[in-house]
């Protein structure tokens, strides 16, 4: 058996390794359009890959997708993130947990899972061909033709196929899925910070604050955790697990909306009063500078208060109800104006591709017989935090069993 892997990533690798455990007997080759192969592996998380999470339970994990929770759920039934821990340590590569749950090699270098990947295709005969573009898949009798636009001269038939192109910026990049009869979902950006270019908050930068909770005015969508002023405006985790799940929204708003924050989380107005009111009544006679009734960073502290225009000197007991209303609107419901986006360099991502009603629970295609597809170019997308790997380990290795 003959069996053509398209892509050199994550995805690519693992469904070529996992053809050669189902079938040690096939013939795989990868093909790989560029000069580097496992590129977006070498630079995730900073240089030293974000394996995966250890996230425990099967329902919480699948909930880390805004696109593609229901299908990996299943999906996580046969490979999921403990079987992608075991499937690294059992290989020599131990990983370890940082406190927010993303795993990492515990060498802190990426190179140790391209390595550990690029040895066991070597030892298991994976044939690797880099410089090919491919032009066309089609149908051919029993078997589907590869036409070469790069690096190969004539069309090569093969048994298998699996797809691992990663997601396409462009719809352009999927329409052979189209031609093939395939449904294709339009892509957009995914995980991205948020541009703000009129906000004052920018000389912030470097300023991080713990468990805020963020929304898109006029929508549904919200998100918590630590947020990152950055120099051109807002990042970190809330953000970019908001960008992830509002990103068709905020493509058809073009990036232009109004960013609700709550500074303190999903705490409601009487309580953020309450607290307060404890301030007045305790500490009268202290500023509201000094005397911060949030564990917030002194800068970012004294920066809400310019912004409720409470003088350094203001004292809590003399705080009367209107700058109290504007104390508690600017901590539970401050807007700040986005304009444009910025692409998450560590972890960037596409949602929409190939619609997940194309392809059946063993990634083969509906439309087209031993034609799988693993990874990016799936209607799949995490937030980030190692979901986005682990879809590619799950996906690639269940697409490399060939199941019919």
């Not at 190179?111 to 051919?140: D, H, R």
């Not at 990663?166 to 093939?180: H, I, M, T």
Request: glycine letters at 8%; aromatic letters at 10%; hydrophobic letters at 40%.
């Amino acid at each position: 058996m003959k069996v053509a892997i398209i892509g050199g990533g994550a995805a690519g690798f693992f469904s070529a390794l996992s053809v050669k455990e189902h079938h040690p007997e096939a013939e795989v080759i990868l093909f790989e359009k560029s000069q580097e192969l496992l590129s977006k592996v070498r630079i995730s998380g900073g240089g030293r890959c974000n394996v995966t999470n250890a996230l425990s339970s099967i329902s919480a994990f699948s909930k880390s997708y805004p696109r593609g929770a229901k299908f990996l759920k299943k999906a996580f039934q046969i490979f999921n993130n403990q079987d992608s821990i075991q499937w690294f340590e059992s290989r020599g590569v131990p990983l370890k947990v940082e406190p927010d749950g993303r795993m990492f090699p515990i060498s802190n270098k990426s190179e140790s899972i391209v390595e550990c990947l690029m040895n066991e295709a070597k030892k298991l005969g994976v044939q690797i061909e880099m410089g090919v573009s491919v032009g066309n898949i089609q149908p051919n009798q029993e078997q589907i033709e590869i036409d070469f636009i790069r690096g190969k001269e004539k069309p090569e038939l093969f048994d298998r196929v699996i797809v691992a192109s990663g997601g396409s910026p462009r719809r352009k990049g999927l329409e052979w899925l189209e031609e093939l009869g395939h449904q294709v979902e339009e892509p957009v950006p995914s995980l991205f910070t948020f541009n703000m270019p009129k906000e004052d908050v920018v000389s912030l930068m470097g300023v991080s604050v713990q468990d805020v909770a963020v929304s898109i005015q006029g929508s549904k969508y919200r998100s918590s955790g630590p947020l990152l002023i950055t120099h051109w405006g807002m990042s970190g985790p809330a953000i970019l697990k908001l960008s992830a799940f509002a990103a068709r929204e905020l493509a058809l708003r073009h990036y232009t909306f109004k960013a609700q924050i709550s500074w303190i989380g999903f705490i409601n107005q009487e309580e953020v009063l309450a607290e307060l009111q404890k301030k007045v009544t305790a500490e009268p006679t202290k500023t509201c500078l000094k005397a911060k009734p949030f564990d917030f960073p002194q800068r970012f502290w004294a920066y809400l208060l310019h912004r409720c225009n409470l003088p350094e000197n203001q004292l809590w007991g003399e705080l009367g109800k209107k700058k109290l209303d504007k104390l508690i609107s600017v901590l539970s419901n401050d807007i700040y104006e986005v304009q444009g986006k910025t692409t998450f360099k560590e972890e960037f991502v596409t949602c929409g591709g190939l619609a997940l009603t194309e392809v059946d629970a063993n990634m083969q295609s509906r439309r087209v017989s031993g034609l799988y597809f693993a990874g990016e170019i799936l209607d799949i997308d995490g937030i980030t935090g190692g979901f986005n790997f682990q879809a590619a380990w799950t996906t690639g290795y269940i697409a490399g069993q060939l199941k019919s």
